[in-house]
């Protein structure tokens, strides 16, 4: 008995010093988020703006941010080698005066209070084509480091800036395509991210077309990247429980690398994880299949590691959506029509992830299991379901 509970006490004392590290693991409470970018084009030139604003939501704690710059990738269908990009960022802080020479001084976002930062791109090309006619999206990747009682953290985030966007589709248009007992139709839209609104999104793209009894659906990695929840692998620091768990999963898994793992513990807390890996081992062997996956959360199924998505998020790792079942009722109320989150791969596996209330989720089996949005880069993230 008396050794039984040594035994406990020990493992208590394990799962204590397990979670104390990773809450006072190193982090900044700093938030960046971009907004209210536009672009002009300007003879052979095109012109972008946009904001960043930063906030410290922390009471007491003060952070530095000595370094920040932007870098922008493109993206597009065409060659795009000739095209030169030059940024400027221009420090617009409430307590300090702007500098004219484009120099960043190390700055003091103090306790709850921001700053804001201006962006200016310019493309520049040399082919006969605009440059707005050939780069579909930019990606504004903001590089920026904080400093504070945390130490000095590298953080790195982007958000893509769409430049042109594919023409709606109207009723008269519509080729729908036959299925059991419906028809599906696949919409094509501009590349989705934090800039974007989802039900605005579903609006945008099907208002013309939606009927009664209809059912819209979106992806669930494009309703978590509009939410922003993605992360870049470099600003995620893998403990010595991912480098040693992640090793068990499938080479395939997203929980096969050390900053995927991570990412679920740092979602749902390494205890449920070290736990849940566990009682599924455990259990694997009796034939009990899946259970890690039950009891570490949804999370564990929907985290999709790089390469698992559309580019650029296919340099990042995201996360399932938060809330879709919210999301899904106040899109229907919007919208007049069933609405669903779906997860749907080529292998003809459909999971229904939520949907609206009074939706037909056996006709969705059935309309998706072909895949008709794609696996590749069709970018049709919404598919509208019609029963027959």
Not at 102 to 117: D, E, F, L, N, Q
């Amino acid at each position: 008995m008396e050794c039984l509970l040594l035994i406990l006490l020990l493992l208590g004392l394990a799962i204590a010093w397990i979670e104390a590290r990773h809450r006072l693991w190193p982090a900044s409470p700093l938030e960046l988020r971009q907004s209210d970018w536009s672009a002009t084009q300007n003879g052979a030139s095109l012109e972008m703006e946009g904001w960043l604003d930063i906030s410290n939501p922390h009471g007491r704690m003060e952070v530095m941010v000595p370094e920040l710059e932007v870098q922008p990738t493109l993206i597009g269908s065409a060659d795009l080698r000739d095209i030169v990009t030059s940024t400027r960022i221009t420090p617009h802080h409430p307590d300090e005066e702007t500098r004219a020479d484009g120099y960043w001084p190390a700055y003091i976002v103090k306790g709850h209070k921001s700053t804001r930062v201006h962006v200016a791109i310019t493309l520049s090309g040399t082919a006969p084509a605009p440059v707005g006619e050939r780069v579909d999206t930019v990606w504004v990747d903001v590089h920026w480091v904080n400093y504070g009682p945390f130490g000095r953290l590298s953080r790195r985030q982007g958000v893509a800036v769409p430049l042109r966007r594919p023409a709606v589709t109207t009723a008269a248009q519509a080729e729908f395509r036959s299925g059991d007992q419906c028809s599906v139709l696949p919409l094509k839209t501009h590349l989705l991210g934090p800039l974007d609104d989802c039900i605005e999104v579903l609006r945008h793209y099907s208002a013309d077309l939606l009927q009664k009894g209809d059912i819209l659906t979106i992806g669930e990695t494009p309703v978590a990247v509009i939410q922003g929840r993605y992360a870049h692998p470099s600003t995620i620091n893998p403990g010595w429980l991912a480098r040693l768990l992640c090793r068990v999963f499938h080479p395939t898994s997203s929980l096969a690398t050390a900053c995927g793992l991570q990412t679920l513990i740092n979602q749902v807390g390494p205890t449920r994880v070290l736990l849940a890996w566990l009682v599924g081992s455990l259990l694997k062997p009796l034939g009990q299949r899946g259970w890690f996956y039950r009891l570490a959360g949804d999370q564990a199924r929907l985290i999709d590691d790089i390469t698992g998505t559309t580019p650029p998020y296919d340099q990042t790792i995201v996360l399932g959506p938060q809330d879709p079942e919210q999301l899904c009722d106040q899109a229907a109320a919007a919208l007049g029509v069933s609405v669903a989150i779906v997860d749907v791969n080529d292998l003809g596996r459909v999971k229904v992830l939520a949907s609206s209330r009074g939706c037909d989720e056996d006709l969705l089996q059935r309309a998706l299991k072909p895949n008709p949005a794609g696996n590749a880069n069709e970018r049709t993230p919404l598919v509208l379901v019609r029963p027959a």
